[in-house]
């Protein structure tokens, strides 16, 4: 699973790169991702909508096993 969501991620990561920001997969553990996002996305306001809106939502539409996806406190 994990060389899946490595393949989406790196789908996304241009669109988070273009606004100075990047992401990096931390963790994935029954059907849970935990990324941390970096550069620009880390700490700005709208992180948790790009999380939820962006990232969880295109992970799970290209893997169903995917739970859900969140910000890993590193």
Wanted: glycine letters at 8%; a neutral charge; one cysteine or more.
């Amino acid at each position: 699973m994990k060389d899946k969501v490595m393949e989406v991620l790196d789908k996304i990561r241009p669109s988070l790169q273009a606004d100075g920001g990047d992401i990096e997969l931390v963790s994935i553990n029954n059907g849970v991702v935990k990324v941390k996002l970096t550069g620009a996305c880390h700490g700005c306001p709208m992180s948790q909508m790009t999380l939820k809106n962006g990232v969880e939502r295109i992970l799970k539409e290209h893997i169903p096993e995917i739970k859900a996806v969140e910000s890993a406190l590193v």
